[in-house]
């Protein structure tokens, strides 16, 4: 690569690009030990919104993908901070597939009264009557918070559609936007920079998502990687405008990306 000597972090998706259904992809483990010895930094971003910092990491390690909780940003720990911020003490409605209420400390939880709405990952809450909820208390002013956007997510049984396919239908029926917290919104890339103490400049993005992933991180500055793995298909990278830094068949070739004389960063 011709980023070579500028790139001092990695930050890493997770689902897709370490693990399918929570099972390693082949040569995951190895490839992120390996890029750690090299000595850049590293941080884990990701819109898992089912399980908490501490679980996911829990999760790879069992995986043999050997990270602390402290180096995972999930978007709810993102949008926890988002709505501590902009909506302080406010009473928070949480629509979401699984139970992360470690990641929300802090927030007031109130599904009855609320007076913010925050969308996480979609599931079976996602019901006919939820949404149609969350539309009507729009039109009566109430604010939406979405963890993210992401429209599709890999499971070892295949794509499953989440949040992101529902938003502009929200925003239409509801006649106002939703804020928009997780990838593919900036914050997440420069929060997860942050916690490496780099500038964005010095990151390297890896992802499976070419347009959540990928090219949102180039946009902050990233240099991006996609991997031909998870949610990646081919008709969905001859489609984009714009292209990634660069493709690899999987995480198991990052390091020989940033080591081969010829290509390395």
């Given amino acids: 690569m011709s980023d070579r000597g500028r790139i001092r972090g990695v930050l890493y998706d997770i689902d897709g690009v370490l693990v399918t259904s929570w099972q390693e992809i082949d040569g995951a483990a190895v490839a992120v030990r390996r890029v750690r010895e090299s000595g850049l930094r590293r941080a884990f971003l990701t819109n898992t919104t089912s399980r908490t910092c501490a679980e996911i990491a829990e999760r790879l390690c069992s995986s043999g993908i050997e990270v602390a909780a402290g180096e995972i940003v999930t978007a709810a720990r993102l949008t926890a901070e988002f709505v501590g911020r902009h909506y302080p003490g406010a009473a928070v409605w949480v629509l979401n597939h699984g139970d992360i209420g470690a990641d929300l400390a802090g927030l007031t939880l109130d599904d009855e009264h609320p007076d913010v709405v925050v969308i996480g990952g979609a599931g079976v809450e996602f019901s006919h009557l939820a949404l149609s909820r969350v539309a009507e208390l729009m039109l009566d002013g109430v604010p939406v918070v979405a963890m993210h956007s992401g429209l599709t997510w890999a499971t070892a049984e295949g794509l499953r559609v ?33 916690l490496m103490r780099l500038d964005p400049s010095e990151v390297l993005m890896i992802g499976d998502d070419v347009q959540s992933d990928v090219l949102a991180a180039q946009a902050v500055g990233m240099t991006g990687v996609l991997v031909r793995t998870g949610k990646f298909r081919a008709a969905v990278l001859a489609a984009v405008d714009r292209k990634p830094d660069h493709v690899i068949d999987s995480v198991a070739a990052l390091p020989g990306l940033i080591t081969s004389p010829a290509n390395a960063l």
């Avoid at 992101?164 to 936007?177: D, I, K, S, T, W």
């Avoid at 917290?181 to 997440?188: E, F, I």
């Fill in 162 to 194: 989440d949040a992101g396919v529902y938003l502009p239908g929200l925003e239409a029926a509801g006649n106002a936007r939703i804020e928009v917290v997780g990838k593919p919104a900036a914050a997440g890339f420069r929060t997860c920079a942050e």
